[in-house]
């Protein structure tokens, strides 16, 4: 989990980067963007950790990621749809 709240961490800092570099205006929302990210970013995480938990320890540990990314996924990938959609629709 920390692995992934690092890869947040460094998601945010290039974006800032990339946006400064491009020359975009830097408002009062993108004070926040960084701890909503973070808390879509932590959520992710809890669900690969929660379902790596749930696989047989005896196995080996390429079994057990593929095995938990496999039925994790598909929730990440609807809670990523939505956050989309949500974002979106809040952007008109």
Known sequence: ALGGILCVGCGILVSFG???AVGLFYGPVQSVLPFLLLGIGVDDMFIIVNAIDQTDPDD??????GEALSSA??????TSVTDMAGFAAGSW
């Open 18 to 20: 990339l946006a400064s």
């Open 60 to 65: 080996d540990i390429e079994d057990r990621v």
């Open 73 to 78: 996924g598909v929730s990440i990938t609807v």
